[in-house]
């Protein structure tokens, strides 16, 4: 089964940017549905954004379109996580996922679709 790892969490001011990336390593071969949960201290996970593996079109919450990019490289092996124009409120665990599945688009903002996650890296957006 696939590993993920994020990274590239931090400190930045409100209306700042920063990417977040997650690889995955194991078996790589295959190819995943991948996304991005948050988590605030708090409150529940929720969705923010994924890449369908059927079409590689993303999908974003709406509490983030305009601002979030999801992305993946050519090799489906690392999946990224532009942020432009944080906002206080956008400060979380971020959280990488995955499955092997093909889920349709009102399934992927649903945390039980999928079956592998990383481990997180946090986010915090604050003056």
């Known amino acids: 089964q696939v590993q993920l790892t994020e990274s590239g969490g931090g400190l930045v001011q409100p209306g700042g940017s920063l990417r977040v990336s997650c690889s995955a390593s194991?078996?790589?071969?295959?190819?995943?549905?991948m996304g991005w949960f948050r988590q605030a201290p708090g409150k529940d996970r929720e969705f923010v954004a994924a890449?369908?593996?059927?079409?590689?079109?993303?999908s974003y919450a709406e509490s983030v379109k305009g601002r979030f990019t999801a992305s993946r490289n050519s090799a489906r092996d690392v999946l990224f996580l532009q942020m432009n124009n944080l906002k206080v409120e956008d400060t979380a665990v971020y959280y990488c996922?995955?499955?092997?599945?093909?889920?349709?688009?009102?399934?992927?903002?649903?945390?039980?679709?999928?079956?592998?996650w990383g481990k997180g890296t946090q986010v915090t957006v604050s003056s």
């Open positions: 996922t995955a499955t092997e599945t093909n889920p349709i688009t009102g399934d992927l903002e649903w945390a039980s679709t999928y079956n592998i």
């Open positions: 890449i369908r593996r059927a079409d590689g079109h993303p």
């Open positions: 194991g078996r790589t071969g295959r190819t995943y549905t």
